[in-house]
């Protein structure tokens, strides 16, 4: 086991860093053990750390840091029961090829897979689709341990160990093992359009349930939407063209050429507003296919902060019809597009969607730039319409917010501190967050 003293972290968007006095990469089972058991004896916190991508301080470590970048790969499958086991340390650009190896696949993927499952499950990552959850949905089983080293193993029932741990934020234990449900590899088309904003508004309740899969991608107080539908098609991999064509644009223009935009905008705020109009007409179009977790997945190169909350679904109209009327009028400086997505509801405790089918938008700032006033008003905003936020994202979120949000907040608890009573992985981000 490497053990480092002092190593400092940081997360992708470096808008959160840390000095832990350890960082643990263990390589057994009985080494996290040891680990978990150490720093319960010395008083000390432990955090796993996954790949840091979210923008929150969920992942910041106070005392000690762990990660399971040395505990990766797929375990077993069970193709009678269509479950695959992985160690819940790898990462999802490594476990959609795996299983795709063996002709499974996941029923649904964001659009980031530098994620650790671990991560990305207890966070509750999502992609988009009426009829899906997130990543946690998926789990139908999970091995941990808990806060006094001891490995426990549950399975997924209509209980409350289920509802907590399906999206825990890491407070009962260390993930190590997941079962995932699948489904059969499949392929997906992926179909980009340019739309007028009224236009898109009159087509969204049609195409959220037409479609497979309904993303947006809408231009701040501009009258453009990119709307992205996927639908799955016979089983097909991307073409080497298509892949080359991705690889340049993603390359050299998101790269070279966003990363221009976004510089620019950062010395000269003021041109945010021509940006955003410049870069709302070129959105790229067209339609390509390919292997599910070809098509999901977008890189994102040009490094920035993020707010995301979910709404109920059948407040999104209403609330996108108010934001575009105000940001027409009171333009902020921001030239990201707004990201739109819809997502079934979930029984976890802690889930943003709270069992109801949801809209999640997501606004995202320019690394660098003072994201506050925007992201205040898209706070305000949201709280009007019964918003809550995705843990992994920015937010504002304290004690007594908490608990009037999140009605089973007092039983997550009961379970967190049956799981760690000792308050190993309770750090002060989630003694703020939950008293």
Known sequence: ????????????????????????????????????????????????????????????????????????????????????????????????????????????????????????????????????????????????IDGTGTVRHHRRDDDDLSKAISLSLGMLGVLIKVTIRTVPLYSLAVTNERRGFQDAMTEWDLNISKHRHLEWFYFPGVDTVQVKKMDQVSLVKKSFSSKSIDLFKNGMIETVGFKAISELVRLRPRFSRIMTKFAATNIPTGVSEGYYHEIFPSPRLVKFTECEYAIPLESFEACMQEMHEFLKAHPFYVHFPIECRVTAGEDAFLSPTQGKESAFLAFHMYKGMDNRPYFKWVQSIMKKYGGRPHFGKMNNLNAKEMESLYPNLDRFNEIRQENDPENVFYTRYFRNLIG
Request: net charge negative; with cysteine; charged share 20%.
């Open 1 to 144: 086991m490497k053990e480092v003293m002092s190593e400092k972290w940081m997360n992708w968007s470096r808008n959160i860093v840390a000095t832990p006095e350890y960082f643990h990469y263990p390589e057994s089972i009985s080494e996290i053990q040891q680990i978990v058991d150490s720093c319960r004896i010395r008083g000390k916190t432990l955090r796993v750390v996954g790949a840091g991508h979210s923008f929150s301080p969920v992942a910041k470590p106070d005392d000690e840091a762990l990660s399971l970048d040395r505990i990766q790969g797929l375990l077993s499958i069970d193709r009678t029961a269509s479950e695959a086991t992985f160690w819940a340390g790898t990462y999802l650009y490594k476990a959609a090829p795996l299983l795709a190896s063996v002709g499974m696949a996941l029923e649904n993927m964001g659009d980031i897979q530098e994620q650790t499952i671990a991560g990305a499950i207890s966070t509750g990552t999502h992609g988009t689709g009426k009829a899906f959850g997130s990543l946690s949905s998926q789990v139908v089983a999970w091995t941990w």
